[in-house]
């Protein structure tokens, strides 16, 4: 297991997405002050830090379910800072959410074509038969199979696993065809087993694309991620690979509180 998680070293190419002094606001309160963010295209960057210390909302903001306060950020050299989410959604800038956000009463294949519609404009030609999914099917399962979930196909999504609901969400996102995949804590609440199992997934779905996540499972992140960016109360604490993240003093303190001195 140790292997199969390992990033490849020296994937990462230009910056595909950088945000320049993002700040956001709520009601005088802050809770993302001047961050500067460069992922570069081909890697696998985590966004880590203790409760509190301004992931998610710096998740939101990038892939803009928040409008920030201050700040820029630029998607393959555009400006999309005010731009909304269906739009860069659309420009090949994907999230995941931390619930599962899956049809339970649908089948696995079912799932898939329902994603399959949008950038093949067929949930807008409602005058279109019902075969005309039919069409779906075979770029449906190869999805299905990338996530090794072919032989579920026609169960539906209520009797999964936690794990391979996560592995189905993976699916119907990678059906939008993404760029760059954005994955909100993608381990959470999973047992031992899930995890590795979604790890290796979202290795695989990293050979050919960039992947920016916010993960709590340290052990997953240090085998997984090219990049390491810390926050606590909003700030950048740290980044770099795991071993300098690790090393620092500050993010040590952030995530176990000080060290008694000595007597």
């Not at 960057?45 to 920030?68: M, S």
């Not at 404009?121 to 399962?141: C, E, F, G, P």
């Amino acid at each position: 297991m140790q292997a199969s998680l390992s990033a490849a070293p020296g994937r990462a190419g230009n910056v595909i997405l950088c945000a320049e002094g993002l700040t956001k606001d709520f009601s005088g309160f802050t809770a993302v002050k001047n961050v500067d963010l460069r992922i570069r295209e081909g890697s696998v960057h985590a966004l880590i830090g203790p409760n509190g210390a301004g992931k998610t909302t710096v998740f939101n903001l990038l892939t803009k379910f928040l409008q920030p306060t201050r700040g820029r950020i630029i998607y393959r050299g555009e400006d999309i800072t005010r731009a909304g989410a269906a739009r860069v959604a659309r420009m090949g800038l994907v999230r995941s959410f931390q619930i599962s956000a899956v049809f339970p009463h649908l089948t696995l294949l079912d799932n898939v074509r329902v994603a399959l519609q949008r950038p093949r404009y067929l949930a807008t030609q409602w005058w279109r038969s019902v075969t005309a999914l039919d069409t779906l099917n075979a770029r449906a399962m190869e999805l299905l199979d990338a996530v090794q979930l072919a032989d579920h196909a026609h169960v539906t999504a209520a009797e999964l696993s936690y794990g391979r609901k996560r592995a189905l969400e993976v699916a119907t996102t990678l059906a939008l065809d993404p760029e760059m995949l954005l994955l909100d804590e993608p381990m959470a609440g999973m047992g031992h087993e899930d995890v590795g199992h979604i790890a290796d997934l979202i290795r695989r779905v990293a050979q050919n694309r960039t992947v920016l996540m916010v993960e709590h499972n340290l052990n997953v992140v240090s085998q997984l991620c090219d990049t390491i960016t810390v926050l606590a109360r909003g700030e950048i604490l740290a980044e770099g690979n795991y071993d300098e993240v690790s090393r620092d003093p500050r993010v040590r303190e952030a995530y176990l509180g000080s060290e008694p001195a000595d007597d």
